[in-house]
């Protein structure tokens, strides 16, 4: 009801009532003034007469002052009923229990009779008393949030940007590294270039650091963006370049890039684009750029597993994912570099003499940044099947492309030569029993050494300049158990590295593996590691607090050992990490470490 009809109704009821009293107390009033048909009165029926009248006004004015009492008292009474409606018709829907069927209407009960007569209305007035019990319509309760429990509570470091959530990713690590030679790599091992005989220091001494480098931060976004589902990410350590003098006093370790992509993905379609994991990158389930999603080990080491092949590598990525989730199938364009050796301790190959100056800027040698010419882009393609969350199968392929250009002589003119290689994989991994997770992932390829970690180059090259690629393998096996809070892991990795020998013009041997060699150029590498992470306690709104051990022993083997030298080189490591793992963030035991 509005309150301005209810006003004209009591103004009405209010005049009607006047005008029947009011020309009686004009009649007292003003005795003169004859009333119609009636015979003049004598003197004491005048005076009676005025006595009359005053009794009259005295009731007139008690009636008017009730009156308006009333007036006043329904005038709140309606207000305190437009309150509560307006409450009501504004607010969203609840539940109504299935026992009690929803009402259009409610029932209406005048909570203040007045003497003005029934007032007419089409908004209901609710007494308060009798509101609590009332059947409101659906439409008209307020919506309530609903109400998650503390163990659904979510991290206290995520933030709202309007339908988007931000969350930091992350850990803070202290790792320990003892090694029984001097690797000369810092926190992460170069494998292929452990400390080879006896008579360098490096053959003598041990090795021992402290560091936080491998402490991560990042952030992941979320959002739903016209029927697609967005994830933003990025992740970064501090293993970037040093200056020499880092470890003198400051410590001041330099920030390096890891990941930054963006994901779209609507339906069964997903695109990806930026700095990412590598397609070829073993996966544990699915098709993903998640790290969680991914197999390079539980290892504290920085490099991980010798032998697991893999690369964070701008990329674009189209992924097809069944209906079914059961089944997806990927294709990736990859930054590439066309590679001899000499990253990561690789062995480096030996160029013919008359091309080496030009070739050295041609190829990455381990030293070029960003400065090979490449002439295409890597493509990768791979297929996922994941029949159950207890077992994983993928298999797929790259395929590469190489160029080279070989300066005019006054005999010989300018010239370009070019190659095609490529590799394949396959990976599996399962769970034998509750717990219990065996894993393998295995590759081979015809100049794909890039993507073994580097340990292995991509190809040699004859007198005239003409590319010929090196065979290059390597697999990571393993299990992982999980029990509460504890992972207990094993592995074992192996890199064979092809021989592939040239003449040069003088008659000498050039390329990989050939007589007098140096001792860089390995024919196979092999690692074998266990280890133990204790979580101590873990939660999405607090974190989680891990200690990590390993242990591992490297072999290393080259192709030429000169007369009196040792025919292999061993390491120990060992590694001890406490690690803080921010909320929102902690991964889920069995899942990887980094």
Not at 73 to 90: H, I
Not at 480 to 492: L, Q
């Amino acid at each position: 009801m509005h309150k301005s009809k209810l006003t004209k109704h009591a103004i009405v009821a209010v005049a009607a009532l006047l005008f029947g009293i009011l020309p009686n107390a004009a009649r007292a009033i003003d005795p003169s003034s004859p009333a119609k048909n009636q015979d003049p009165k004598p003197a004491e029926a005048t005076a009676k007469s005025a006595a009359d009248t005053k009794d009259q006004v005295s009731v007139l004015k008690e009636q008017m002052a009730l009156q308006q009492k009333q007036i006043e008292q329904m005038q709140k009474a309606l207000e305190e009923q437009k309150r509560l409606l307006e409450q009501l018709t504004s607010a969203s829907t609840v539940v109504t229990p299935a026992a009690q069927p929803a009402k259009a209407t409610v029932q209406v009960v005048d909570p203040q009779p007045t003497n003005l007569g029934q007032v007419a209305s089409t908004t209901p007035i609710i007494p308060k008393a009798k509101l609590e019990n009332a059947v409101i319509p659906v439409a008209a309760m307020p919506a309530r949030s609903p109400q998650k429990s503390e163990g659904e509570s979510e991290s206290p470091l995520q933030l709202k940007v309007g339908s988007a959530s931000i969350t930091p990713v992350g850990f803070m690590d202290f790792t320990t590294v003892w090694r029984s030679k001097d690797g000369g790599s810092g926190i992460g091992t170069n494998f292929a270039s452990i400390p080879y005989g006896s008579t360098t220091y490096q053959g003598n001494l041990s090795e021992f650091r402290l560091s936080m480098q491998n402490s991560r931060v990042g952030f992941r976004v979320d959002a739903d963006v016209k029927g697609a589902h967005v994830i933003g990410y990025m992740e970064s350590d501090f293993l970037g370049n040093n200056p020499t003098n880092v470890a003198v006093s400051s410590n001041s370790n330099t920030m390096r890039s890891r990941l930054y992509w963006a994901d779209v993905r609507k339906g069964s379609w997903e695109v990806l684009g930026g700095q990412t994991w590598s397609l070829l990158t073993p996966g544990r389930s699915g098709i993903s750029p998640l790290p969680a999603d991914l197999f390079y080990t539980q290892n504290i080491d920085v490099n991980y597993q010798l032998g697991l092949f893999w690369g964070r590598i701008p990329e674009f990525r189209f992924v097809y994912h069944l209906p079914s989730n059961k089944a997806h199938l990927a294709f990736a364009v990859e930054s590439p570099e066309q590679y001899v050796g000499g990253s990561a301790g690789g062995g480096l190959v030996t160029f013919p003499a008359a091309i080496n100056t030009a070739y050295q800027g041609e190829f990455n040698i381990g030293t070029n940044t960003l400065g090979v010419p490449n002439v295409a882009p890597d493509f990768i393609a791979k297929l996922a099947v994941d029949p159950s969350k207890k077992f994983h199968f993928e298999i797929g392929g790259v395929e590469r492309n190489f160029k080279a250009w070989v300066p005019g002589t006054t005999t010989t003119p300018a010239q370009s030569f070019s190659a095609e290689g490529g590799g394949g994989f396959a990976n599996l991994n399962f769970e034998l029993f509750k717990g219990l997770r065996i894993l393998t992932a295995n590759y081979y390829s015809d100049g794909g050494g890039r993507y073994i970690f580097g340990q292995a180059p991509d190809l040699i090259a004859h007198a005239d300049g003409s590319l010929s690629l090196i065979h290059s393998s390597s697999t990571v096996s393993g299990f992982e158990y999980t029990k509460k809070n504890t992972v207990v892991y094993g592995y074992y990795g192996g890199l064979y590295v092809g021989r592939n020998v040239a003449i040069d013009s003088t008659g000498k041997p050039v390329g990989y593996g050939y007589t007098g060699a140096a001792s860089g150029q390995n024919k196979s590498v092999q690692e074998g590691t266990f280890g133990i992470n204790q979580t101590f306690w873990k939660s999405p709104k607090f974190g989680a607090l891990t200690l990590m051990t390993q242990y591992s022993y490297l072999d290393r083997n080259p192709w030429y050992i000169a007369p009196g030298s040792p025919k292999e080189a061993h390491l120990n490591m060992i590694f001890v990490n406490l690690r803080y793992t921010l909320p929102g963030s902690a991964p889920t035991l069995g899942s990887p470490a980094k």
